[in-house]
């Protein structure tokens, strides 16, 4: 997968930046405008900057001022931009927070504030685990693991790649199959699996290739990343994980319980 390199855009639309429109595609010319627009304004570098005004951008695509502010329109409804008569249109920043808790029940989280998320399978596979997985993951190197990658969007916005890794063995006893990958990999796992613990490791990371793909962001961007092992009963880990949000549109919200004894001591 070739990674790409969104640009912000220029100060003016000049008839040089290759802005077309298909106006024989069955895609309405209005989310054809859409769809240019949104990578720009998730890479728009100055939020206190004017965005493109319905006359620039109507003279660039030839259509309309009723297409574009229909386009427009539509994005500021999703939160992404906000027009206020007299000063022009301006990129909002978003930002997504996920409250972290052994349930991680992060589609009920976005859909209870208003947000629609979606998972897409980026990869299902079985592979042989490299040294450092099975040392994770306490198993031999070159045992079968099985790995699944997915994008999560939110309202369209490409927000995290997923990574799990889970041994064959425990795959199996959850029934695992491709289908069922974009679903609660949590829930699956302990349908079957008695857990005691998870453990979280947070970090910041560079973007690889394949997720600056995916994210639409450059190359070694910083990502927030949220490691993840999830350990039984018998004290033996079960699965791994590793989910990279884009660091501008992300936040953690984490509420730790405080018992009685140790409010005391303190």
Known sequence: MQSRKIMAMPATLSSGNGLKIDRMSPIPLYLQIRQWLLPRILNWTDPSEKFYSDDQLSSRFGVSKMTVRQAL??????????????????????????????????????????????????????????????????????????????????????????????????????????????????????????????DWQITIQPANERDAALLLVDKATPLLARSMDYIDEDNRPVLHGLTAHRGDMARYNVSLPIDSDFAKET
């Not at 596979?125 to 939110?154: D, F, T, W």
């Not at 490409?158 to 959850?174: F, H, K, N, S, T």
């Open 73 to 198: 329109n539509g994005l500021v409804d999703e939160g992404y931009l906000e027009r206020t008569r007299g000063r022009g249109t301006f990129v909002r920043t978003q930002v997504f927070e996920e409250r972290l808790s052994p349930r991680m029940d992060i589609e009920d989280q976005y859909e209870t504030a208003g947000h629609n998320q979606t998972v897409n399978l980026d990869e299902y596979l079985e592979v042989n685990a490299c040294a450092r997985h099975a040392a994770i993951l306490q198993m031999k190197e070159g045992e079968p693991l099985l790995y699944i990658r997915r994008v999560r969007s939110v309202s369209g916005i490409p927000v995290a790649v997923d990574e799990r890794w889970i041994p064959a063995g425990i795959a199996r006893l959850a029934e695992f199959h491709e289908d069922a990958a974009t679903g609660s990999i949590f829930d699956r796992v302990a349908a079957k699996v008695r857990l005691s613990r998870l």
